[in-house]
């Protein structure tokens, strides 16, 4: 900000903006300077303004228990602004940010489906299968989809079983056993008989998904017959625990 920009209106606008975000943010502040902060966000009540407000969810304040009660707080009262103004902050502030989970919890209470996976369609474009330095937004994405009844989770799902991640991967694998759609059995198969899998606790959950599943795998025997190890057996048919 210029020397001049500091005496115009809009420049105080925009400083006050930045202060309050920048103690919204603050794990040292006092707990009642960071909800003055909040309450003078709100207020405002534009997008810029609720995408800083956000940006509480993205720190861990200092005392627990405040840290708590204040995200619950912001929480309630997000819920309560307009719609047209929670969901574009939303869909900004999540392609930002790599601590997503409390806002699509917000995006979950206010949206509609269409207006939900407007939001989730572009974050999987931003996060998709492919290296991150830090994946925990695309898990973030992940958990949330999971919880998510419709028919296209699971495939969308599937295409995480090729992440470079093997923690992606791995969540991949127990999201898709637990939602158990039988069309997610080929790429689970796939998954389990691809030579570059070199994570054994994958290979293994696999197994003992579908052993639990009681899923019929006859047609991918040669596959499940080179992956069984010592936990489990197989009599061509069924995979079995140990």
């Given at each position: 900000?210029?020397?001049?920009?500091?005496?115009?209106?809009?420049?105080?606008?925009?400083?006050?903006?930045?202060?309050?975000?920048?103690?919204?943010?603050?794990?040292?502040?006092?707990?009642?300077?960071?909800?003055?902060a909040?309450?003078?966000?709100?207020?405002?009540a534009?997008?810029?303004?609720?995408?800083?407000?956000?940006?509480?969810?993205?720190?861990?304040a200092?005392?627990?228990?405040?840290d708590?009660?204040?995200?619950?707080?912001?929480?309630?009262?997000?819920?309560?602004?307009?719609?047209?103004?929670?969901?574009?902050?939303a869909?900004?502030?999540?392609l930002?940010?790599?601590?997503?989970?409390?806002?699509?919890?917000?995006?979950?209470?206010?949206?509609?489906?269409?207006?939900?996976?407007?939001?989730?369609?572009?974050?999987l474009?931003?996060?998709?299968?492919?290296?991150?330095?830090?994946?925990?937004?695309?898990?973030?994405?992940?958990?949330?989809?999971?919880?998510?009844?419709?028919?296209?989770?699971?495939?969308?799902?599937?295409?995480y079983?090729?992440?470079?991640?093997?923690?992606?991967?791995?969540?991949?694998?127990?999201?898709?056993?637990?939602?158990?759609?039988?069309?997610?059995?080929?790429?689970?198969?796939?998954?389990?008989?691809?030579?570059?899998?070199?994570?054994?606790?994958?290979?293994?959950?696999?197994?003992?998904?579908?052993?639990?599943?009681?899923?019929?795998?006859?047609?991918?025997?040669?596959?499940?017959?080179?992956?069984?190890?010592?936990?489990?057996?197989?009599?061509?048919?069924?995979?079995?625990?140990?």
């Open positions: 900000m210029g020397f001049k920009d500091l005496f115009s209106s809009a420049g105080r606008s925009k400083s006050k903006l930045d202060k309050h975000i920048k103690t919204v943010q603050n794990q040292y502040a006092q707990s009642a300077d960071r909800y003055y909040m309450e003078q966000l709100l207020e405002l534009e997008i810029p303004a609720i995408v800083g407000l956000m940006k509480r969810f993205t720190m861990n200092s005392k627990s228990i405040e708590e009660e204040e995200k619950g707080w912001l929480y309630k009262r997000l819920l309560g602004l307009p719609v047209d103004t929670v969901l574009p902050a869909k900004e502030f999540c930002q940010s790599d601590n997503i989970a409390w806002v699509l919890r917000v995006v979950e209470e206010l949206a509609s489906k269409q207006q939900e996976w407007d939001i989730l369609d572009a974050l474009a931003h996060h998709p299968p492919g290296y991150e330095r830090d994946p925990s937004a695309k898990l973030q994405l992940l958990t949330h989809l999971q919880e998510i009844d419709d028919e296209r989770v699971p495939d969308i799902l599937a295409g079983l090729e992440d470079p991640d093997e923690g992606v991967r791995f969540f991949a694998v127990e999201a898709l056993l637990d939602i158990a759609e039988p069309r997610s059995l080929g790429p689970l198969i796939a998954r389990l008989g691809n030579p570059a899998e070199d994570s054994l606790r994958l290979r293994t959950r696999i197994l003992t998904g579908l052993a639990r599943l009681g899923w019929d795998v006859s047609a991918h025997r040669d596959v499940v017959s080179k992956a069984i190890g010592n936990d489990h057996t197989f009599d061509g048919t069924h995979i079995k625990e140990r």
